[in-house]
């Protein structure tokens, strides 16, 4: 990536504008390390580059692929121009792949349960049978947690 602009010429909420990030997301972002620091005016007001508006739009994109904070930082401190680089960005999209094929199937199973629920009861009986049935999951569930914590007690023979 060439440098576009390294001179702070625009306020945040210029910078939030053209980058399309909120000013507390800007903010955040500081805060978390992904953007550097801003630079300060004797008022107090923040001013921003074009690096930094880019940097806010990298952000931005990545944040919309649902990456964490950490991966966001990954990626954006890789300049590119290397194997290396490529490699760690690779690595890091991988894993955020495979993490996003887990949710998907986390998702997909509870898309099954929440199916099953809604069957159980049209909305018209006098006993809702959806409440009925988390009452009962909900004491099974609490059976298989006392059933844990009792195997996971030390036994005195």
């Known amino acids: 990536m060439s ?10 909420g210029e910078a939030a504008q053209k980058s399309g990030v909120s000013t507390a ?5 500081e ?10 005016a004797d008022n107090g007001y923040r001013f921003y ?16 692929l649902d990456m964490s904070a950490e991966e ?14 490529c490699e760690q960005a690779s690595h890091t999209i991988a894993q955020h792949l ?3 094929r887990e949710r998907i199937a986390e998702l997909s ?16 009986e006098t006993t809702c049978q959806i409440i009925e049935t988390l009452h009962q999951q ?4 609490q059976a298989h947690e006392n059933a844990a914590q009792a195997s996971a007690r030390p036994r005195h023979v």
């Not at 990626?75 to 194997?83: N, P, R």
Request: hydrophobic fraction near 35%.
């Open 138 to 141: 909900a004491n099974t569930l």
């Open 3 to 12: 440098p576009l602009s390294q001179t702070p010429q625009f306020r945040i």
């Open 109 to 124: 199973q509870l898309e099954l349960r929440l199916q099953s629920l809604l069957h159980a009861c049209n909305g018209q």
């Open 49 to 64: 580059s074009e690096d930094d508006i880019h940097q806010l739009r990298l952000i931005r994109l990545t944040r919309s």
């Open 98 to 100: 495979s993490h996003v």
């Open 31 to 40: 805060r978390e390390g992904l953007l550097p620091a801003a630079i300060r």
């Open 25 to 29: 997301n800007i903010r955040h972002y």
């Open 72 to 85: 966001i930082r990954q990626i954006i401190h890789l300049d590119g121009s290397s194997a290396e680089a």
